[in-house]
């Protein structure tokens, strides 16, 4: 059976461990880049910090493909997702098209 790539938008809660490296947003995408049918993970954004003892809880908006056997739908996405070690909870799933353009911020002014 072929393997079918889903992109959705995601915002959820990861668990970042205090020695990571990298940013705050590196390291959250990293642990959502280890969950099982996650492919890739583009435009990382912070939404929030609440510090922990041994890790920081980063509220986080990105956009992630998926990897599966069929085309699942956003369910299915947002179960995959927070089922993910690390991940605290998912607060939203939406689809987007695969070849649609990067979000780009507002600007102000």
Known sequence: MARQTRVVRATLAVRVPVNATGSLADGA???????????RVEEPEVRGLQPGLNDTTVDLRVRVTLV????EDVAVARRELADGFGVQTVEEVEAVEP??????PARIG
Do not use: S
């Not at 599966?68 to 085309?71: A, E, L, M, Q, S």
């Not at 070849?99 to 780009?104: N, S, V, Y």
């Open 99 to 104: 070849d649609a353009p990067p979000a780009t």
């Open 68 to 71: 599966g056997d069929r085309g």
């Open 29 to 39: 995408a990293r642990i959502v880049e280890r969950i099982d049918t996650v492919d």
